[in-house]
């Protein structure tokens, strides 16, 4: 085993003892919220994968950046890796989004303004991703990928603040110090962000290094 | 109590799918460093 895969090995195991206790935290000590029961737990997953969601796009944003200032390389594969992620963390924010509103609402979408902008989010760097894996002028292609990048970031903070600029029954944690939560809830959620934080870190290594030995490949194979 | 546990499931759903398709992928890196190696091998011997 080389020096690297030690490493790989210790960061991921680091990451899924991380989130195991993280897992203790939401289940086990976490009090139970008197109104909403349960089902509030369901916020320990849910924030965090909408901060670190926001995170990736942000990246996205700066990698475009950097990218379109150095013209390198490495800059559009991390913005890449980064858009990935970001989209299945803003997936995974829609579906326990939607389960809390059927437990919370009464249903399962509602066309408030934090949900749509969220909706729109995604479509944006989903069609990002698909943009990414079409069509042919490689240089012009991830261009227009870091254009798509920079642009799209401009929903991010709309999102971020839709509830607090519009009329929205969607809760805001942040709205006032420590969020009005209790310090065992405030607990749990620090634990559940430094969680999910390490996962991020390590989804993005992993694939970033994947997609820049892919690239080196292509490259080889292309020069003959 | 089933919302929790089913919000919880779909999560770890969508990153252990996430995390077979990055496996999927390097399995496809490991197929093509292969064959660019035994290219390379050809070629070296190659009189």
């Known amino acids: 085993m080389t020096l690297r895969q030690h490493w790989s090995l210790l960061v991921i195991s680091v990451t899924g003892i991380m989130l195991l206790i993280s897992q203790w935290f939401i289940w086990f000590y976490a009090p139970v919220e008197a109104q909403m029961g349960l089902v509030q737990k369901i916020f320990y997953l849910h924030l965090p994968l909408a901060w670190w969601g926001f995170v990736s796009f942000f990246l996205v944003f700066i990698f475009s950046i950097l990218f379109l200032c150095r013209c390198d390389d490495n800059f559009d594969l991390l913005a890449g890796a980064a858009a990935e992620i970001g989209v299945l963390f803003c997936t995974l924010v829609l579906l326990t989004g939607i389960l809390w509103a059927k437990a919370a609402w009464n249903t399962w979408w509602t066309w408030e303004p934090r949900l749509s902008t969220t909706l729109v989010m995604w479509f944006v760097y989903s069609g990002y991703l698909v943009l990414r894996k079409s069509f042919g002028v490689e240089q012009k292609q991830k261009t227009f990928c870091a254009v798509l990048g920079i642009l799209g970031f401009l929903d991010v903070p709309l999102v971020f603040f839709s509830a607090r600029l519009w009329r929205s029954i969607h809760p805001t944690v942040m709205a006032s110090r420590q969020g009005g939560l209790p310090s065992e809830m405030w607990l749990t959620v620090l634990i559940s962000l430094l969680a999910w934080a390490g996962l991020f870190l390590t989804l993005l290594w992993l694939r970033y290094s994947q997609l820049k030995i892919a690239d080196r490949l292509d490259r080889l194979i292309s020069y003959g | ?47």
């Open chain 2, 1 to 47: 109590m089933k919302f929790l546990w089913l919000a919880n499931c779909l999560v770890w759903l969508g990153i252990c799918g996430y995390l077979f398709v990055l496996t999927k992928h390097k399995n496809r890196i490991t197929i093509r460093l292969t064959q660019i190696e035994r290219l390379g091998d050809e070629r070296n011997n190659r009189p």
